[in-house]
């Protein structure tokens, strides 16, 4: 099977702050010897508590961090995010079309009747339509907010998504249309997913394999099957339990 993403013995940095003379703060090491692959049409989740080293994995992979040793190997072209919060992750006085053709005129190659056809087919592929291309984020519910970012995510075609507890701050009801979109898009052009999030029965839903992370260290990494049926590591076991 084709990895899209590798990631060996990754050690992640952040230097706290400086003291009130002037003095160099603590370098911490957040991430310890962190390795994983997510392979072609594979989505992989990732668990943990707040502070595990989730969100410094993601900067990681996403090419946001400087500090850091280990290799970070793409064979793809750079991921795409999708964010927790999809109002502050969108530009509000800039309307969904512009947004999105923002990203083509970024990655470059296509021309401006190209780049118009491609936000109407990707509106209407996250099931809202052309006609939103004209709306404003602030007009949108935030169900529809979110596939307005799914479309951003998706209008360059990765290969590779990272999704930052994409449904974490939507209701019920609409986290499922969300996951059932992302499940969708993922068959429709064998995507990829790095899936983060807290929701252990969202992970079970939608994910492949699952990462489990304590503070920095990937504790155990198994088909989700596996993890929900044989956890094998203590944490992963109170993780479990904890979501009951």
Same mark, same amino acid.
């Given at each position: 099977?084709?990895?899209?993403?590798?990631?060996?013995?990754?050690?992640?940095?952040?230097?706290?702050?400086?003291?009130?003379?002037?003095? *160099?703060?603590?370098?911490?090491?957040?991430?310890?010897?962190?390795?994983?692959?997510?392979?072609?049409? !594979?989505?992989?989740?990732?668990?943990? !508590?707040?502070?595990?080293?989730?969100?410094?994995?993601?900067?990681?992979?996403?090419?946001?961090?400087?500090?850091?040793?280990?290799?970070?190997? *793409?064979?793809?072209?750079?991921?795409?995010?999708?964010?927790?919060?999809?109002?502050?992750?969108?530009?509000?006085?800039?309307?969904?079309?512009?947004?999105?053709?923002?990203?083509?005129? +970024?990655?470059?190659?296509?021309?401006?009747?190209?780049?118009?056809?491609?936000?109407? !087919?990707? =509106?209407?592929?996250?099931?809202?339509?052309?006609? /939103?291309?004209?709306? =404003?984020?602030?007009?949108?519910?935030?169900?529809?907010?979110?596939?307005?970012?799914?479309?951003?995510?998706?209008?360059?075609?990765?290969?590779?998504?990272?999704?930052? !507890? &994409?449904?974490?701050?939507?209701?019920?009801?609409?986290?499922?249309?969300?996951?059932?979109?992302?499940?969708?898009?993922?068959?429709?052009?064998?995507?990829?997913?790095?899936? +983060?999030?807290?929701?252990?029965?969202?992970? /079970?839903?939608?994910?492949?394999?699952?990462?489990?992370?304590?503070?920095?260290?990937?504790?155990?990494?198994?088909?989700?099957?596996?993890?929900?049926?044989?956890?094998?590591? &203590?944490?992963?076991?109170?993780?479990?339990?904890?979501?009951?």
């Amino acid at each position: 099977m084709e990895s899209i993403l590798e990631v060996r013995n990754l050690n992640s940095y952040y230097e706290e702050e400086r003291s009130l003379i002037g003095e *160099h703060g603590k370098r911490r090491q957040v991430l310890h010897n962190v390795s994983f692959i997510v392979n072609s049409g !594979e989505t992989v989740g990732l668990v943990g !508590e707040s502070g595990s080293g989730k969100t410094t994995l993601c900067r990681a992979v996403l090419g946001l961090l400087k500090d850091y040793d280990g290799e970070i190997i *793409h064979r793809s072209k750079r991921p795409q995010m999708v964010f927790q919060d999809p109002f502050s992750s969108l530009n509000p006085v800039r309307s969904v079309g512009w947004i999105l053709d923002e990203a083509l005129r +970024i990655q470059g190659g296509h021309s401006r009747a190209e780049r118009k056809a491609a936000v109407d !087919e990707a =509106l209407t592929q996250v099931g809202l339509g052309p006609e /939103y291309a004209r709306r =404003l984020p602030g007009e949108l519910s935030g169900g529809q907010r979110q596939r307005v970012s799914i479309a951003a995510a998706v209008i360059t075609r990765p290969r590779l998504i990272v999704a930052d !507890e &994409p449904v974490s701050a939507l209701d019920v009801t609409i986290q499922a249309q969300i996951l059932k979109l992302l499940y969708d898009l993922k068959r429709q052009y064998e995507l990829s997913y790095l899936f +983060i999030s807290h929701d252990l029965n969202v992970i /079970y839903q939608i994910c492949d394999r699952v990462l489990v992370m304590q503070q920095g260290v990937i504790v155990e990494q198994n088909t989700v099957e596996e993890i929900f049926n044989k956890p094998r590591h &203590p944490y992963t076991k109170q993780l479990l339990k904890a979501a009951e």
